[in-house]
Each structure stands twice: as structure tokens, then as C-alpha cells.
């Protein structure tokens, strides 16, 4: 059984702070990493994806992931209070078109 | 940009009545899913569709079934809804060889 585990929180932070979400997942041969953002009543959009070991930036948001330790994160720099919403991690093996998702965690983000 | 559609964003319905909730995406994906998300317990894969007319199930597959006679559009039927039916549905989607899915906005449905 492939498991994604998330921290449910919620993490709350101050507005400006570093948001640092984690995701830890069984299935060592997985292959492809993302992270979902979903505000309250709404579907998951993709906001990061990545595949190889390191960090990989897109504005605010870096991705981080250490196969080894089969465990990806997502740090939110400057968080905003618009950043407040759940974030879900989802991970595929090679050759798989199904994901399978953690339960997310939900982020408070306080002026 | 992807777009994936669900027919309604709010649906009630009464016990026992027969329930059909559609998808459609316009970017020729081959794979589309339908998934089920309830407070707690995160999302659940319903079933998925890897071509016309074809259908896996998922993980919690039992008073559902899907049918998928065009490439674009994915639908979800609720045989007899039931109490425990009432939940938001999420339909995603995603070609074969490409990575991420992309999910329609989701319909809210209560069952009563």
C-alpha cells in the first residue's frame, strides 16, 4: 500500500514568515513529486511539481526533495494571508498516470 | 490553458434517486479519474478511464459506477444516492504522457 503522509496542522504563521510544509511517502521507486494548493470549498491546483533531488524555485515557493530520505517539502517565503488554504502532496511511481495524495495540511497564514 | 468542466457546482438530491454528475476536458487527455473528497479522510479514487469505453476501479468503487463513451467527457452515476454519498466529487485529468492532473472545480453534492 503506497502511503503519502502530511502533517494535517494546521501550521499557522506570521505574515512575511517562511512556511514550511513536509511530506513524507512510502514507495521507494517513486518518481514524480507535487504540490496542490486548495482554498476552502474549491478544487487542488498544481502549484509546484519536481523529479530530481534538490531544491527547484518558482517565485515565492521552492520545492525540496530527498529521495534517500523519501521525503519532499514545500517552503512558502513572504507567506501572505492568501497563502492560507491546504496544501496537498501527491506522489506517482514511474509509469503510473494515478497519484496518490497525502491528506494535506491546512496553513494559516496571520497579518 | 487545460480546462476541465463539471456539470453542476451544488447538487441535492433525495435517497434512492439516480444521480449523474458529468466531466468534460477539452485537451484530448486520454486518462480522466473521478474522485471523492470528505473532510479527514483526504481524496479517494473513485474510478478511472484510461481510454474510450474503458474503466478501472478505483478504491472505493462500490455505489458508483462511470461511463465513458467519448474521449472528452467522463460520468460518474450514483445507481440509488444514499446518506453516505453526500460529498464533494472532483473530476482530473491528465494525457498519457504527461505528469500532472488537472482538476475541474468540483460539485458539492448532498444527499437528503
Known amino acids: 500500500q503506497k502511503e503519502v503522509e502530511q502533517n494535517s496542522g494546521p501550521l499557522s504563521v506570521p505574515e512575511g514568515a517562511i512556511a514550511s510544509l513536509n511530506c513524507t511517502y512510502s514507495?521507494?521507486?517513486?518518481?514524480?513529486f507535487f504540490w496542490y494548493r486548495q482554498y476552502s470549498g474549491k478544487s487542488p491546483e498544481l502549484i509546484m511539481s519536481i523529479y530530481s533531488n534538490g531544491d527547484k524555485e518558482d517565485g515565492r515557493f521552492t520545492a525540496q526533495l530527498n529521495k534517500a530520505s523519501q521525503y519532499v517539502s514545500l517552503l512558502i517565503r513572504d507567506s501572505q494571508p492568501s497563502d492560507s488554504a491546504t496544501y496537498l502532496c501527491?506522489?506517482?511511481?514511474?509509469?503510473?498516470?494515478?497519484?496518490?495524495f497525502g491528506r494535506g495540511t491546512s496553513l494559516i497564514v496571520h497579518p | 490553458d487545460v480546462k476541465v468542466t463539471q456539470s453542476s457546482r451544488y447538487l441535492v438530491k433525495r435517497t434512492g434517486e439516480k444521480v449523474f454528475l458529468e466531466c468534460v476536458q477539452d485537451?484530448?487527455?486520454?486518462?480522466m479519474f473521478w474522485y471523492r473528497q470528505d473532510p479527514g479522510l483526504g481524496l479517494r479514487l473513485i474510478y478511472f478511464?484510461?481510454?474510450?469505453?474503458?474503466?478501472e476501479k478505483g478504491d472505493i468503487p462500490e455505489g458508483y459506477s462511470v461511463s465513458r463513451e467519448k474521449k472528452e467527457r467522463f460520468s460518474l452515476i450514483l445507481e440509488s444516492a444514499s446518506t453516505n454519498q453526500t460529498s464533494m466529487y472532483l473530476c482530473a485529468s491528465v494525457r498519457d504522457n504527461q505528469e500532472t492532473q488537472y482538476f475541474g472545480p468540483g460539485t458539492r453534492l448532498l444527499v437528503l
Open positions: 501527491a506522489v506517482k511511481g514511474g509509469g503510473s498516470y494515478i497519484p496518490t
Open positions: 514507495d521507494r521507486v517513486s518518481q514524480s
Open positions: 485537451m484530448d487527455h486520454e486518462n
Open positions: 478511464s484510461y481510454d474510450v469505453k474503458m474503466k
